[in-house]
């Protein structure tokens, strides 16, 4: 039981250190042909999030 537990810590400890990055556009896709044209422009202050963290587009 104990072991489990210390395995389960340092599991725990070594995914929080592996950091993932996402990144695009958020978009109003006018036309709904689901790909960013010319001229539709990005979106600011999006709120999005990856699960734990949340953070505004550009």
């Known amino acids: 039981m104990k072991l489990a537990l ?3 810590l340092i ?4 995914s929080s250190l592996a950091e993932e990055f996402a990144s695009g556009i958020v978009y109003h896709d006018a036309n ?3 790909k960013r044209d010319t001229n539709e422009k990005g ?3 999006v709120a999005v999030s990856n ?4 953070v505004e587009t550009d």
């Open 51 to 54: 699960g734990s963290d949340i």
């Open 32 to 34: 709904r042909n689901q």
């Open 43 to 45: 979106i600011p202050k």
């Open 6 to 8: 210390a395995l389960l």
């Open 11 to 14: 599991a725990s400890a070594l």
